[in-house]
């Protein structure tokens, strides 16, 4: 019940349900260049990748390919001109969705990743509906307000550069995240994204956005916010925060990495999924476990969704694609359905994820 394609490297993963359908997306790329020649994974990031959309009907022990769902160089104003990364997908209405996502753009051969936060609208989750794209936040165009708020950035001159920002790993605006905080007054839209705050310390980005008239916002730009092990980490991406209301809670998935500067060999970074709770969605954050946020049972997984909360049984349903430091015939695809226990949250060491048989 995992996903291997054929034709396709995936990783990296966001998701919803609608009625009785998981809806699936992630980042992918062919495995082989138009000439024919194998793609190595490691030199994927010198294409443009897609987004790709899978959906389910049997809570993930099936999954349908549904085609591609975004490519990059669509937007006008073309934040997304050299390629889209990972995102997210809310539920607006039964038939309109918020599609967050990352759009890259290249300012030249040595600055080749600024990243920008934006948005677009969905149809029934199957594309976007077209000239819905919007630019929320910029760290070249909205520089000042972004410092201002407590965001790390490198020199202006070297924003989005491939070599890293001062002595750390590249620019960290990526990733949007967006959900309604259910229990704020009127269901406050929230977007959340992985940032920095110095040079190799990584912490979540925080916004209020403001969607009316078919037309989504940005609102207003709140402080960074730190975890409390951050420091057993230098980057932290694909953030997802879930209101657990049964139990007035907040929960919080992250993934994470050791990387202290790109010129590291991908065997000597260290990836790690995480999960935090807390009592509101800015904090306090506690680790899931009471030793540690680490996820046992997840070797070789990295970008992984919640496909299902489910309040009744008190777990989390959810995927994650195996990185390329996994066995060959399965990296870059996606493992089995696992399922997490809430019920251990703050009461065992460390928080397990469990096969779904």
């Not at 997908?89 to 920008?116: C, K, M, W």
């Not at 007054?185 to 994204?193: F, I, N, Q």
């Not at 992250?254 to 790690?272: G, L, N, P, W, Y």
């Amino acid at each position: 019940n995992g996903i291997c394609h054929p034709d396709l490297y995936l990783w990296d993963a966001w998701s919803y349900r609608q009625d009785n359908t998981l809806h699936l997306y992630c980042l992918a790329i062919n495995r082989r260049l138009p000439d024919g020649t194998a793609l190595l994974p490691k030199n994927r990031n010198d294409y443009p990748f897609h987004i790709r959309h899978f959906t389910s009907i049997d809570s993930g022990a099936q999954w349908r390919d549904e085609g591609e769902f975004q490519s990059p160089a669509k937007a006008r104003d073309e934040h997304d001109s050299r390629n889209v990364w990972s995102g997210s997908i809310h539920a607006l209405a039964p038939n309109r969705q918020l599609a967050a996502y990352t759009g890259v753009r290249e300012i030249d051969d040595e600055r080749p990743f600024l990243q920008s936060l934006a948005a677009a609208q969905s149809i029934e989750g199957k594309e976007l509906l077209e000239g819905s794209q919007r630019l929320l936040l910029c760290p070249l165009r909205d520089e000042k307000l972004i410092r201002e708020n407590g965001y790390f950035l490198g020199e202006q001159n070297s924003l989005g550069t491939k070599h890293g920002e001062d002595t750390g790993p590249i620019l960290a605006w990526r990733d949007p995240y967006c959900f309604s905080d259910t229990e704020a007054p009127r269901g406050a839209l929230l977007m959340v994204w992985a940032a920095k705050v110095a040079a190799k310390r990584s912490a979540l980005g925080m916004a209020r956005l403001n969607y009316n008239d078919n037309n989504i916002q940005l609102g207003d730009l709140l402080p960074p916010v730190t975890l409390p092990d951050e420091h057993l980490y230098t980057q932290l991406e694909l953030p997802k925060i879930l209101v657990d209301s049964a139990h007035q809670r907040y929960l919080l998935l992250v993934a994470t990495t050791t990387r202290e500067t790109e010129s590291q060999s991908d065997e000597e970074v260290e990836k790690c999924i995480r999960l935090y709770h807390a009592p509101t969605a800015f904090g306090p954050w506690k680790t899931g476990g009471l030793k540690t946020s680490a996820i046992a049972g997840l070797e070789n997984q990295f970008g992984m969704t919640v496909l299902e909360l489910n309040a009744k049984q008190q777990s989390l349903l959810c995927i994650a694609p195996y990185t390329e430091a996994a066995d060959e015939a399965i990296a870059l695809s996606f493992a089995p359905v696992v399922e997490i226990k809430l019920s251990d949250i703050g009461i065992v060491d460390e928080i397990s994820a469990d096969s779904v048989d």
